[in-house]
Structure formats: C-alpha cells, structure tokens
T-cell receptor, first 114, second 110 residues
Framework: EPEVTQTPSHQVTQMGQEVILRCVPI?????FYWYRQILGQKVEFLVS????????KSEIFDDQFSVERPDGSNFTLKIRSTKLEDSAMYFC????????????FGPGTRLTVT | RKEVEQDPGPFNVPEGATVAFNCTYS??????FFWYRQDCRKEPKLLMS???SGNEDGRFTAQLNRASQYISLLIRDSKLSDSATYLC???????????FGAGTRLAVHP
C-alpha cells in the first residue's frame, strides 16, 4: 500500500538555523499539506499546496516558512530562522483529487530547536 | 468557542467494554468528518470517515448529527490494542484543510 514518507525522522538544530523537512507524498495525489503538533497539544494546519502553489495557509505560517515541490515528487517545508517555539512534530499529508478527501499522513519529523 | 471540541478523557475501561466518544464542531458549513487514531508520538491514522447516515466498520460505529453539529464514535468489545488517542477531525472546506480536536485518550486494561 502506498505511503507518505518523511525525512528526517528527527532533526535537532540550533535557534536561528535554517531547516528543510522533506516529504514524498503518495504518487497520484495532487493536494499536499503540512501540519504541526507541539508536544501535548493538538494537530494544527500550517499550509496546503495545489498545482504548484500555496492554496491556503494559517496564521502560524509566517514569512519564516516556505514550501515547494522542487522535482514533482518531493514536497518540502523550510523554516528560515528557527525559534525555540518551532520545536514540534511536523506531519506531511496528501489527498487524491476526487477522493473522499481522506488525508493520509506521513510518520512525521520531530524538530527540536535548542 | 473551539472549532472542534472533545472530552480529553482519559477513559479507562476494561477489555470487552463498550465506550463512546463525542465531539462537537462550530462551523456549520463543514462538509466532511473523520475519526483518526493517534498513538503516542506517531502520526494520525485515519480510522473512519463519518457520514450522516452513520457508518460501521467492525467494532467501530460513527454517527453524525448535522443539526446538532455533533459527531460520535462507539467502540464495542474494546481490545488492549485500542488504547490510543482518538481525534475528531473536520474538513474545513476550500482546499480541504483539516481542523483537529485535542483528542480523547482511551486506556483499555486487562
């Protein structure tokens, strides 16, 4: 069964550094998402991406964040200058157009900012 | 009012018990509804979609009441492996962003 994959599984970085989190969505899916979950809190929407552009973003997704799909398979989330409060699990998800809108999540990247 | 509200639990039940979770949502324009399951430090995994007519998958039954903006999940004959956090999730429409509840924790004991 196809799965969403994410790398790395755990990333430790120092405050102010740039990080890139990578996702490979399921191959015939067309809508892509990033969510985050701070430890002990609920899952929060960050951004959706369709047709090679951002379709919607949350208030959390400020100028420090960017997404791109550089090569038709990978989907990346970049945080330019990490803050302590960016420490969280970051989940990538995707859906297939015309589906029942059931989103499938990758295993997540745990980002720790020190 | 929170967009999706759930009782945080925990629900501590013996094996074989029936347990019910409830959820309310605030946006009456929401179109799709789901229950996800999340194990500790893992990704949310889709348990089932929820339809107005109600739907059942084995030991799990989900119901939706649009008029009351209320969603429920019933688990019959609980197993130890059902221990997890159950997330009530609403599709906010547009480009299908999901709005998550904070989750209800279930602990099934022998």
């Amino acid at each position: 069964e196809p799965e969403v994959t994410q790398t790395p599984s755990h990333q430790v970085t120092q405050m102010g550094q740039e990080v890139i989190l990578r996702c490979v969505p399921i191959s015939n899916h067309l809508y892509f998402y990033w969510y985050r979950q701070i430890l002990g809190q609920k899952v929060e929407f960050l951004v959706s991406f369709y047709n090679n552009e951002i379709s919607e973003k949350s208030e959390i997704f400020d100028d420090q964040f960017s997404v791109e799909r550089p090569d038709g398979s990978n989907f990346t989330l970049k945080i330019r200058s990490t803050k302590l409060e960016d420490s969280a699990m970051y989940f990538c998800a995707s859906i297939r157009q015309g589906d029942t809108y059931e989103q499938y999540f990758g295993p997540g990247t745990r980002l720790t900012v020190t | 009012r929170k967009e999706v509200e759930q009782d945080p639990g925990p629900f501590n039940v013996p094996e074989g018990a029936t347990v019910a979770f409830n959820c309310t949502y605030s946006n009456s324009a929401s179109q799709s509804f789901f229950w996800y399951r999340q194990d500790c430090r893992k990704e949310p995994k889709l348990l089932m979609s929820v339809y107005s007519s109600g739907n059942e998958d084995g030991r799990f039954t989900a119901q939706l009441n649009r008029a009351s903006q209320y969603i429920s999940l019933l688990i019959r004959d609980s197993k130890l492996s059902d221990s997890a956090t159950y997330l009530c999730v609403v599709n906010a429409g547009g480009y299908n962003k999901l709005i998550f509840g904070a989750g209800t924790r279930l602990a099934v004991h022998p």
